[in-house]
């Protein structure tokens, strides 16, 4: 049994609003954090508190989580806010809190020292070297289910774009289900299963090749992305072509992991549960 009461949310974007509502629909305490003048906030679920706060200034945002009497601190700030956690976890460590889930939910980052994934690794590291308890949870292949569309099907041509050979295998996760996997760890786990480790969940694994036939399209093969942020997708698309796509790839050795390392190894601690698939999630 999870020994964590209280929780903090850094960050309503897509993710960060899911977690928050899935915290509130078991009647759980949560605060969620947000700078002033944020509208990411506007529709927070019943139950859920909001602390507007600076949360680049370590001392005030420590002094919120003293106030909620936070045990587990969840970052869900979006690729180009990773730096600003060092903020965090300065708070985080003055207010003693018990566990921190750094923003990953992306590709395997640990070992990583260069490329656009690499500062998440180092936000981790420098979550040891605080002495902070950290989860890190990978999920997704560069883009929940829900955005599938967005990176790999043209909104022109209609077709989809794959960079490179599309052969490498994605793990595909919807958002609800990362929510509730995350809420339901962080509530049924001793915190000794949870302190200094990586889970990674798949809901379904899939090939940039089979979206064609998902989305009853057809395929193109692009050294670029067109369109709008094509230079953001092609860097994403390229690097999930390269095997990051899947939550079991070690950039260490270059190849898939097994066992307690694979790709859907943390699914077996939500026993029971019906992850979405892609046609699930886009009635196809």
Not at 43 to 53: D, E, F, I, R, S
Not at 107 to 128: D, H, M, R, S
Request: glycine share 8%.
């Amino acid at each position: 049994m999870s020994s964590y009461k209280s929780f903090a949310v850094i960050g309503a974007g897509a993710l960060g609003s899911t977690i928050v509502a899935a915290f509130a629909a078991q009647n759980l305490p949560v605060v969620v954090l947000a700078r002033p003048g944020s509208k990411s906030t506007d529709k927070l679920p019943a139950g859920a508190k909001l602390a507007t706060v600076d949360t680049s200034d370590a001392a005030a945002v420590a002094a919120v989580f003293k106030e909620h009497t936070v045990d587990v601190v969840l970052s869900t700030v979006t690729g180009h806010a990773i730096g600003a956690q060092k903020s965090l976890i300065e708070a985080a460590k003055a207010a003693n809190i018990k566990l921190f889930v750094p923003s990953e939910y992306a590709v395997p980052t640990e070992g990583l020292n260069e490329g656009i994934w690499a500062e998440k690794n180092q936000i981790a590291e420098q979550l040891k070297s605080a002495g902070i308890p950290c989860l890190r949870i990978y999920v997704r292949n560069g883009l929940f289910i829900e955005y599938i569309p967005w990176l790999f099907l043209n909104a022109e041509t209609k077709k989809i774009h794959i960079v490179g050979k599309g052969e490498a295998p994605l793990s595909t996760t919807a958002l609800p289900d990362v929510a509730g996997f995350v809420v339901h760890v962080l509530t049924t786990l001793p915190s000794a299963e949870l302190e200094n480790k990586i889970f990674r969940i798949e809901g379904e694994r899939t090939k940039a090749n089979d979206l064609g036939a998902l989305f009853k399209t057809a395929v193109e093969y692009v050294t670029e992305i067109p369109g709008e942020m094509g230079d953001i997708k092609t860097i994403v698309a390229t690097e999930l072509d390269s095997g990051l796509g899947s939550t079991g790839w070690s950039v260490v050795t270059q190849s898939e992991g097994t066992g307690d390392v694979a790709a859907s190894s943390a699914n077996k601690l939500w026993p029971g549960h019906h992850w979405k698939t892609i046609k699930e999630v886009h009635g196809l």
